[in-house]
Nanobody
């Protein structure tokens, strides 16, 4: 059974940083695709970053150069380092995993989801 548990969200001022963590059980990025998504009130869930089984990463244009996805194999944990945060980054952030290839930033192609962690960036 796959379980994904996010942590690390919080409130920060614009320009600040946060690091999100996703502790996974029953799945590793080597099993397929893992990614971070976010959803703000009244908006659709959007892909932020993803990593495939080869360790190749991809990012949404809106976060390129500011966010970094990584993984600790020993801890089976995925991270999202978020720097230079902007108010428009405020959202609920979700960790997701899936086995459909190729890996994408499209939410409907992911099968497993965490409960989410809230990120709020104030101006």
């Amino acid at each position: 059974q796959v379980q994904l548990v996010e942590s690390g969200g919080g409130s920060v001022q614009a320009g600040g940083s946060l690091r999100l963590s996703c502790a996974a059980s029953g799945f590793t990025y080597r099993s397929g695709c893992m990614g971070w998504f976010r959803q703000a009130p009244g908006k659709e869930r959007e892909g932020v970053a993803r990593v495939d089984s080869g360790g190749v990463t991809d990012y949404a244009d809106s976060v390129k150069g500011r966010f970094t996805i990584s993984q600790d194999n020993a801890k089976n944990t995925m991270y999202l380092q978020m720097d230079s945060l902007k108010p428009e980054d405020s959202a609920m952030y979700y960790c997701a995993a899936g086995v459909r290839w190729p890996c994408t930033l499209v939410a409907r192609f992911y099968d497993y989801w965490g409960q989410g962690t809230q990120v709020t960036v104030s101006s």
